[in-house]
């Protein structure tokens, strides 16, 4: 069972967020949402943030985003909302923090971050759910270097790994589900 | 110490905080002399009225001969932001005004409890009205610059004196083109110590080289994954019109130009006069329009 939420950054973090304090302050409230559940789809928008510091960003999100292995509780994160100015400063934090994340915008997934990556996610779009041997036969990779990037997917928050049952071939075996592209209310969770 | 201001914009050119007649004992800040202030004017008279009144130097401002001047400064709080007991010399203008929170910010303390509001609620409408009514493009990247410079100096530069901030806009009517100006005063332990704080960065003994390292992507005295502050600065404001960036602290002062058709170039300069703290300003000139 899964349950969505929206972090509305606007809202709860100003229009115009400039400090490293602010940041922290958003990412513990993340961090809080996140401890609860397992399977949280977490959107956090960014809609009606006018301009706002890379120190920000870094401290908000680009930490958010390495200080978790999001596949552990099966949670999935997107990024929506963004205009241009935002979506670069979101791709630079990124970057510098040599992680990924996906991003939503005009009802479009895309993965910032490794180029490889969000090849792979680009494919994993048009699989929808699947298996680790269909991504590897798509991209013609070897078992393994598939399984490595949708680890690494999963880690991000970029896909949900969830175990398949009944299956007729020995040991577990494992689909994959890309990041949903329902954005849901804003209003807070109840607790887990 | 003598702090003596003549002409135009004179912190942001040549003058010096020298020993002068009153010694180490006292501060007088000569202003009376001066022609046109600009925001590190304000910010740094300020800041630097401060620094003296918390080394228990009793301070004294001679407030300038020209009136408009004069009322300049009280129209900006730099009287009202003095330290108590600031001993002013000089007619004292009326202290009237019109409320021109889209075109300036008055001298206002800053702090970790303060940054955040005075961006959502006077930096962010500020700029963006600045940059609208003038058809400019970069009120995002002046904005993330401000912050930068504002989240440097709350958080690196934190001391008990504080830290001050000044904004100016210039409609570019009397020059080529419209300029936002912005300048953050702090009175915190400076550049340098802030830098060697990370062992890697432990051998500086000049401020101005520090202050030139610290400006470079990726230094910083706290590590992990941090230092793109001040390098972020320059690089996106600069896509956006011409760029005039000055960084000064302890004996070191670093001065930075540039646009998006040429190279920014850096000077580090070592100064006869010691900055307590970090003073930043940040001039932004929207490109001319045809």
Redesign the interface.
């Known amino acids: 069972m899964t349950e969505a939420t929206t972090f509305q950054v606007r809202a709860i973090l100003?229009?115009?967020?400039?400090?490293?304090?602010?940041g922290k302050d958003g990412r513990d409230r993340l961090d809080d949402i996140l401890s609860g559940y397992n399977g949280l789809d977490l959107t956090i928008d960014f809609s009606g943030v006018?301009?706002?510091?890379?120190?920000?960003v870094?401290e908000f999100l680009?930490r958010f985003l390495v200080s978790h292995d999001f596949g552990a509780t099966d949670a999935t994160v997107k990024v929506t909302g963004l205009d241009e100015?935002?979506r670069f400063?979101i791709v630079v934090c990124v970057e510098?923090?040599d992680t990924q994340v996906a991003i939503l915008d005009s009802g479009a997934l895309t993965l910032v971050g490794d180029k490889f990556l969000a090849e792979t996610f680009e494919k994993a779009l048009t699989l929808g759910t699947f298996r680790a041997t269909a991504l590897a036969e798509e991209l013609k990779l070897s078992a393994q270097n598939a399984n490595n990037r949708l680890k690494r997917l999963t880690a991000a928050g970029a896909l949900r790994k969830s175990q398949v049952t009944g299956s007729s071939r020995g040991g577990k075996e494992f689909e994959y589900t890309v990041v949903s592209s329902h954005v849901a209310d804003g209003q807070p969770l109840t607790p887990a | 110490m003598d702090m003596v201001l003549v002409g135009d914009r004179p912190l942001a050119e040549a003058a010096l905080l020298s020993f002068g007649e009153t010694g180490l004992d006292s501060l007088k800040i000569d202003a009376t002399r001066l022609t046109f202030a600009c925001p590190l004017d304000l910010a740094g008279i300020v800041a630097t009225a401060h620094w003296a009144a918390g080394c228990s130097m009793p301070v004294t401002l001679d407030l300038p001969h020209d009136q408009d001047i004069g009322s300049y400064l009280q129209r900006m709080d730099v009287l009202r932001q003095m330290p108590a007991r600031t001993r002013i010399a000089g007619r004292v203008p009326a202290d009237g005004r019109a409320d021109l929170s889209e075109k300036l910010l008055e001298v206002t303390a800053l702090s970790l409890r303060t940054a955040d509001d005075l961006s959502e609620r006077v930096l962010g409408p500020l700029v963006t009205a600045f940059y609208d009514e003038h058809g400019g493009t970069g009120a995002a990247a002046v904005i993330g610059a401000c912050g930068e410079l504002m989240d440097n100096a709350v958080d690196h530069g934190q001391s008990e004196t504080g830290a001050f901030i000044a904004i100016q806009t210039y409609s570019g009517t009397t020059t080529d083109a419209p300029r936002f100006e912005m300048a953050v005063c702090d009175t915190g332990v400076g550049v340098m110590e802030t830098l060697r704080q990370n062992p890697q960065y432990a051998h500086h003994t000049r401020d101005e080289l520090a202050i030139a390292e610290a400006m470079r992507a990726g230094v910083s005295g706290i590590g992990a994954g941090r230092g793109n502050g001040l390098s972020d600065v320059i690089g996106k404001t600069r896509q956006h019109g011409r760029l005039d960036f000055q960084i000064r602290s302890g004996r070191g002062e670093v001065r930075v130009s540039g646009s998006a058709s040429s190279t920014h170039t850096e000077t580090p300069h070592s100064r006869p006069d010691q900055t307590s703290g970090t003073w930043a300003w940040l001039s932004h000139r929207m490109p001319k329009q045809e």
């Open positions: 100003g229009k115009y967020p400039v400090t490293r304090s602010r006018e301009a706002m510091n890379q120190s920000f870094d680009g100015d935002t400063s510098r923090r």
